[in-house]
């Protein structure tokens, strides 16, 4: 009874009127560091198994000079890597995604890319672990993977190609909390413990 959990809320305004650049192929997308436990090998391994002339990965975030050898390991001409991008320019950089993919080995809480895919109606394909598992629903706003298995990655990666339809029907069930509504259920939480530390104080 102490303890209340409360998703944060977002300022859609930023995502309003994003429009999907139109795309031959099917584009998957990764945001984030390019760290071992993001599973960016994993997604790399998993892309060089797709056939280039139907999708593309995009690739954003900083290349460590120690860990260039991720650029030896795309043996697929349809993975590119783009660096870090300005947050700014974050509508920009999802009008041109169609699939984010989100494929971490560790447990993360909230990812804020996920809330941002969703905010631009973009699907999600993610590890079912943690709390990327409870944001992505499978089927519905996305699809979840056995975490660090390549193959099943492929596999969820390729429903996407193979139905492409699936993107705009999980994209109609992308719902992010607005900031407004969070601070007025905090709002209405707040006066409620308000309101019952008042009884227990006329009680004694």
């Given at each position: 009874d102490k303890i209340i959990y409360m998703d944060y809320g977002f300022n859609k305004d930023l995502f309003n009127g994003i429009k999907r650049n139109p795309s031959i192929k099917i584009r998957f997308g990764?945001?984030?560091r390019l760290v071992p436990v993001k599973g960016i090998?994993?997604?790399i391994d998993a892309f060089n198994e797709i056939d280039h002339s139907k999708a593309e990965l995009t690739i954003y975030g900083k290349l460590p000079s120690s860990h260039m050898f991720l650029?030896?390991?795309?043996?697929?001409?349809?993975i590119n890597f783009k660096g870090c991008y300005n947050y700014k320019e974050i509508s920009k950089v999802l009008s041109n995604i169609d699939v984010l993919v989100t494929p971490s080995i560790?447990?993360?809480n909230s990812p804020l890319v996920i809330h941002e895919a969703f905010l631009a109606k973009i699907p999600v394909i993610t590890s079912n672990l943690g709390g990327m598992a409870e944001l992505v629903i499978h089927e519905k706003n996305g699809l979840l993977f056995e975490p660090g298995n390549v193959e099943d990655l492929t596999e969820k990666i390729n429903i996407f190609i193979k139905n492409p339809k699936l993107i705009e029907k999980y994209s109609q069930e992308t719902y992010v909390r607005s900031i407004q509504k969070d601070a007025k259920e905090i709002?209405?939480?707040y006066f409620k413990l308000l309101e019952k530390k008042e009884v227990q104080l006329i009680a004694h």
């Open positions: 990764f945001l984030g090998s994993l997604l650029k030896e390991r795309c043996l697929n001409s349809g560790w447990f993360e709002e209405k939480l």
